[in-house]
């Protein structure tokens, strides 16, 4: 098992919530994403054994959504949005930049396990472009300086 007790008893309560087993699969992959950082098909497994739902709608759910890794990631991991807005307003050069200030290209983790750096589809934060998520927190109206800002923050709490 990868689940622990915790997060089981959190899915079970969640699933009581909704009149249909199959809405509480986002909130599912959310408790399991929070325990273990990553998502994987043993993860589904335990998922619709708990919910009782075929694990390949879990990972139909699961695949759709950025939000959720499917593989080990840093503590941090970074989304940044390359969609028209962000793309309009620098984001190609904000990843270049993070890619420089970290030393990692797109899709790597730095080696002391700390950020993973990705793109991402639009996040609906257009009016804010550009914008990125480090976990579940937005930052917006991106610079390098904000950028310096927070990856030093981010490090200090690392
Ligand atoms: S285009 Fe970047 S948040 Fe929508």
């Known amino acids: 098992m990868i689940l622990?007790?915790?997060?089981v008893a959190e899915i079970k309560e969640k699933m009581v919530r909704y009149p249909r087993r199959k809405s509480a699969i986002l909130p599912a992959l959310?408790?399991?994403y929070h325990q273990v950082g990553h998502l994987n098909d043993d993860?589904?497994?335990?998922?619709?054994?708990?919910?009782?739902i075929p694990a390949v709608e879990i990972?139909?759910?699961a695949t759709f959504y950025t939000m959720f890794p499917k593989h080990p990631v840093g503590k941090y991991l970074i989304q940044v949005c390359h969609n028209i807005s962000c793309a309009l307003l620098g984001a190609d050069s904000l990843v270049h930049y993070l890619e420089e200030k970290l030393g990692i290209k797109k899709g790597e983790t730095t080696p002391d396990n700390v950020f993973t750096l990705i793109t991402?589809?639009?996040l609906g934060s257009c009016a804010s472009a550009p914008m990125m998520q480090i976990n579940d927190q937005y930052y917006e109206f991106l610079t390098r300086?904000?950028?310096d800002?927070?990856?030093d923050e981010l490090r200090k709490q690392a």
Request: overall charge negative; aromatic content about 4%.
């Open 120 to 122: 991402v589809e639009c």
């Open 145 to 147: 300086e904000k950028v």
């Open 30 to 32: 959310t408790v399991a």
């Open 4 to 7: 622990n007790e915790t997060s």
């Open 59 to 61: 990972a139909e759910a």
């Open 43 to 52: 993860i589904y497994d335990e998922i619709a054994s708990i919910i009782d």
């Open 149 to 151: 800002a927070i990856l």
